[in-house]
């Protein structure tokens, strides 16, 4: 005859190991799949070039060069592990003097005035590894991209075309361009 500490151990022990199938392994087992019917979604939407892996349609990267366009800035250097802002606020004097001192970069690399500089030139996403930029900021661009790599000024304006994305559901957010997608069309175009 079981005692009532043997009846609710028992009954314990099977909730236990309901439990430990339900969650250790059904739940897990179920996630892998719906992983698997979605492809490179739960991949990270990998880029690939000539069969290589060349970084992430959701992570930005840095480019450096006259022949790239280049990314937003970001507070941790593109490392996906620290991904986080600066947390400076708008009228912090070292987040002023970083965003001038970027708008002047960018200014000089672009051959322009510093007030045709964009925002997301010279601002970090909340993320700091935003992979979009304006396409505003991809028009500035795109006569060094286009001259450093042998291309016209409007086949690259083209390519920035091909690769803006919309506002989501066509009203949220705003139009961006994905500096990765656009980079690798500029290099295939560029290779002809």
């Known amino acids: 005859m079981l005692t009532d500490f043997s009846r609710q151990?028992?009954?314990?022990?099977r909730t236990?190991?309901?439990f430990t199938v339900v969650l250790g392994v059904a739940y897990p087992a179920a996630v892998w799949v719906a992983g698997q019917t979605f492809g490179d979604r739960a991949d990270g939407q990998p880029v690939t070039v000539?069969?290589?892996v060349v970084g992430s349609r959701l992570l930005g990267q840095d480019f450096e060069g006259e022949q790239w366009f280049?990314?937003?800035?970001?507070?941790?250097?593109?490392d996906s592990l620290a991904s986080a802002p600066s947390n400076l606020g708008p009228s912090n004097p070292d987040l002023l003097?970083?965003?001038?001192?970027r708008r002047a970069a960018v200014a000089e690399t672009e051959s322009v005035g510093e007030s045709e500089v964009p925002p997301d030139a010279v601002?970090?996403?909340g993320s700091g590894l935003d992979p979009h930029i304006s396409p505003e900021y991809a028009a500035l661009q795109a006569?060094?991209?286009a001259e450093a790599n042998g291309l016209t000024l409007g086949q690259v304006e083209e390519l920035i075309d091909e690769?803006?994305?919309g506002r989501f559901l066509g009203f949220l957010g705003e139009p961006g361009v994905n500096v990765l997608e656009l980079n690798v069309a500029v290099q295939e175009a560029a290779r002809g």
């Open 9 to 13: 151990s028992l009954a314990a022990l």
């Open 16 to 18: 236990m190991l309901v």
């Open 50 to 52: 000539e069969g290589r």
């Open 70 to 78: 280049h990314s937003r800035p970001s507070a941790n250097d593109y």
């Open 97 to 101: 003097a970083l965003v001038a001192e």
């Open 123 to 125: 601002t970090a996403s």
């Open 143 to 145: 006569p060094r991209v």
């Open 163 to 165: 690769h803006t994305d």
